[in-house]
C-alpha cells in the first residue's frame, strides 16, 4: 500500500495563493503518476491536475490553466500544487492520488488516496 500525506491547506483570501504537498511513502515514488483532485460539499470529486512519472507531461483542468502548477520531486517523494489568483469557487477539500499512468483524468485511473486538506478562499 502507499500512503499519501496532504498539507498546505488553509483559509485565503481571493486572489492570493497557496502551495499544497503530497508526500508519499512508497520508495517507488517515481515509477507512478500522480494527481491532484478536490471535491466541494454536495458535489462529486473532480480533476484538478497530473503529472506523469516522468515529470515530462503535465495535465490540467480548463478551471486550473493559467493559474495551478503541478511539480514533483521524486527525490523527496513528493508532488505539488501551486495555487495562484484563488477564487471563491475553489473552495473544496483537495486530494492527491497515485496511480498507473495509462490515463490520468478520472478518480478511477488512480489507486492510492490521501487524507486530503482543505482549501477555504473567502471574496
Known amino acids: 500500500q502507499v500512503q499519501l500525506v496532504e498539507s498546505g491547506g488553509g483559509l485565503v483570501q481571493a486572489g492570493g495563493s497557496l502551495k499544497l504537498s503530497c508526500l508519499a511513502s512508497t520508495r517507488t515514488f517515481a515509477n507512478y503518476a500522480m494527481g491532484w483532485f478536490r471535491q466541494a460539499p454536495g458535489k462529486e470529486r473532480e480533476f484538478v491536475a497530473a503529472i506523469t512519472w516522468s515529470g515530462s507531461r503535465t495535465y490540467y483542468a480548463d478551471s486550473a490553466k493559467g493559474r495551478f502548477t503541478i511539480t514533483r520531486d521524486n527525490a523527496k517523494n513528493t508532488v505539488y500544487l501551486q495555487m495562484n489568483n484563488l477564487k471563491p469557487e475553489d473552495t473544496a477539500v483537495y486530494y492527491c492520488?497515485?496511480?498507473?499512468?495509462?490515463?490520468?483524468?478520472?478518480?478511477?485511473?488512480?489507486?492510492?488516496w490521501g487524507q486530503g486538506t482543505q482549501v477555504t478562499v473567502s471574496s
Open positions: 492520488a497515485a496511480g498507473p499512468g495509462l490515463a490520468l483524468a478520472n478518480v478511477r485511473d488512480y489507486d492510492y
